[in-house]
């Protein structure tokens, strides 16, 4: 089982990046993939999704701005975030949506990507 984000950094207000997420087969499987954000001091939440037929759905925060896409071939997931602002200051994360769950039925998170937006 692995979940791995990468693509992030520091960006100025107003710039863009793209975040990658490989995904084992076993989590890739599942219909519908999402990014999901953790600010410091605040709960994880969900601003993406994309089943694997490729219908997305978006959190109102980031609707206009990121685009949700997957490469079903791949295991892969991506991320495109454009209009970066101050608040989009998260670690990053992908997973299923609900989140895969481990053996003892806590959710189970891989690697997440630090996303900085200062200038």
């Known amino acids: 089982v692995q979940l791995q984000a990468s693509g992030g950094g520091l960006v100025q207000p107003g710039g863009s990046l793209r975040l990658s997420c490989a995904a084992s087969?076993?989590?890739?499987?599942?219909?519908?993939m999402g990014w999901y954000r953790q600010a410091p001091g605040k709960q994880r939440e969900l601003v993406a999704a994309i089943t694997s037929g490729g219908a997305t759905n978006y959190a109102d925060s980031v609707k206009g701005r990121f685009t949700i896409s997957r490469d079903n071939a791949k295991n892969q997931v991506y991320l495109e975030m454009n209009s970066l602002n101050p608040e989009d200051t998260a670690v990053y994360y992908c997973?299923?949506?609900?989140?895969?769950?481990?053996?003892?039925?806590?959710?189970?998170w891989g690697q997440g990507t630090q996303v900085t937006v200062s200038s």
């Open positions: 087969g076993t989590i890739f499987r599942t219909n519908v």
């Open positions: 997973n299923a949506v609900p989140p895969f769950k481990n053996r003892d039925r806590s959710n189970y």
